[in-house]
């Protein structure tokens, strides 16, 4: 019996410090407690963010439509104000006074008296004529590739008529058929890759909300109005070299 109870007195020691399994028992549950508490107070931070994020990003969309609405409200400004101001007179060039228009016609008259024609020889003629037809041809030889360009320009231009033509008496979507299909359709491989992209671009602005797409429509036909000008003027010069 005495051996029993020196056993049980040693076993509610540590050998190595002399501290009671109890203090131990009771440091880790404290520790444990810490960590809980660090724990709960940590998911309800993140919570109670969580709940405000909603709330913030409303007030970020609000406020972006807002500064969209606003930039697009200015710039109608701006163009309405444009269109009333009328054209500045200032900028006018002045017309010509009647004393200006008669020192001008006597300086024209003083002029032709102190150089009036002379009569040429036949050498000099003959000179003065090769001399003119050297400009003449040197002027047919520069203008020859812009004749050129401007009948690409006209057979385009044409070709536009036609084509817009065409697509104000386009049926509606509900009675188009398979012919109406192949009609409208471009066996162009950049006009189909452009199409494309205009038809996703166009899905894409009818998913967003209202304000994000004030003032996206005229900013994107302004600038595939100039690029299609631009891409109208490389390929008529590229033609026009033979390249």
């Known amino acids: 019996m005495m051996i029993i109870i020196t056993i ?6 540590d050998n190595g410090d002399n501290i009671p399994i109890t203090a131990r028992i009771e440091e880790f549950l404290k520790k444990e407690k810490s960590v809980a508490a660090l724990r709960i107070q940590t998911l309800w931070r993140g919570h109670r963010e969580r709940l405000k994020l ?3 990003q409303k007030v970020a969309q609000q406020v972006k439509a807002a500064i969209r609405i606003q930039r697009s409200f200015r710039r109608w400004l701006e163009k309405t104000e444009l269109a009333r101001q009328e054209f500045p007179t200032h900028l006018k060039p002045p017309g010509l006074t009647d004393e200006r ?3 001008l016609m006597k ?3 003083q002029w032709r008296e102190q150089h009036p024609p002379q009569d040429l020889d036949t050498t000099q003629l003959q000179a ?3 001399r003119c037809h050297t400009a003449l041809s040197a002027h047919y030889s520069r203008v020859r590739p812009y004749r050129k360009l401007q009948t690409q320009v006209e057979n385009m231009v044409a070709r536009l008529d036609t084509d817009t033509e065409l697509l104000a008496l386009a049926p509606p979507l509900k009675d188009v058929t398979e012919k109406d299909v192949a009609m409208y359709s471009s066996r162009s491989l950049p006009v189909a890759v452009a199409a494309k992209d205009r038809h996703a671009r166009s899905l894409r602005l009818k998913q967003l909300p209202w304000w994000k797409i004030l003032g996206e429509e005229g900013d994107g036909d302004a600038e595939d109005l100039q690029e299609e000008r631009e891409r109208m003027e490389a390929e ?6 033979g390249i």
């Open 8 to 13: 049980n007195q040693n076993s509610n020691t």
């Open 54 to 56: 909603t709330e913030r």
């Open 101 to 103: 228009r008669v020192e």
């Open 107 to 109: 300086t024209i008259s």
């Open 128 to 130: 003065l004529h090769t």
């Open 236 to 241: 008529m010069l590229l033609e026009a070299m």
